[in-house]
Structures are given as C-alpha cells and as structure tokens.
C-alpha cells in the first residue's frame, strides 16, 4: 500500500502543478474551444469522461449512494486526476492496509 500511496501522491503533485501552470500560463476558454474543433480533442475528451464516469461508478460502489459520493464524483469532473488520486489517498487511508477494504468499502468481508 504503500507504493501506491507514493504513486498516488507524485500524482496528485503532478496533476495540481499542471493545473496552475494551465491556469496561469494558459487561456481556459479559448484553448477549450480550440481543443473542442478538433476531432482528436474531441476523442480525447470523450475518452477522459468515459474514464471519469468508470471511476465515478467504483466510488459510488465503494462508499453507497451518499453525499460524499456525490462531492467525490463533482471533484473528479472538475479536477480530474486530481481528484482521483486524492480519492486514492483518503481510500488507502481509512483502509488501514486492506487490500480488499480498499477496493470494495463496504462490500468488504469484515477482517478474521
């Protein structure tokens, strides 16, 4: 676990570096619009979306149809692998070294 907490973490790094050098060093809207008459940019999206929507269904599996499901799944729209690899963290932390815990939350076996 924690390998993967390392991972998750130079991840998450990674991802808010690039989100302020975008932010910062970039034009949001009007790259967007770019992006979007592109039929690569447009696949690409659709590729990260179908990705998103696939890890929103593993976090609403996971942790129930909840409020915190819902927050998790609005920050993985709005911050992408930001806010996948955070979910990561905070599921590797209160699994406590689980492996089954950390994939299936509430659908795990209690510990023997």
């Not at 975008?22 to 619009?33: D, H, I, K, N, S």
């Not at 499901?69 to 930001?82: E, K, Q, R, T």
């Amino acid at each position: 676990m924690r390998v993967a907490a390392i991972l998750a973490m130079l991840g998450a790094l990674a991802m808010a570096g690039a989100l302020v050098y975008g932010f910062t060093c970039g034009q949001f809207a009007g790259e967007g619009r770019q992006l979007l008459r592109m039929p690569w940019g447009r696949i690409a999206l659709v590729d990260l979306y179908i990705a998103f929507l696939l890890f929103a269904a593993w976090i609403v599996f996971r942790e129930g149809y909840r409020l915190r499901s819902l927050l998790w799944i609005a920050a993985v729209m709005v911050l992408g692998s930001l806010a996948i690899c955070l979910y990561l963290l905070d599921a590797l932390r209160t699994s406590k070294g689980d492996w089954q815990l950390f994939f299936l939350g509430k659908h795990a076996r209690p510990s023997t």
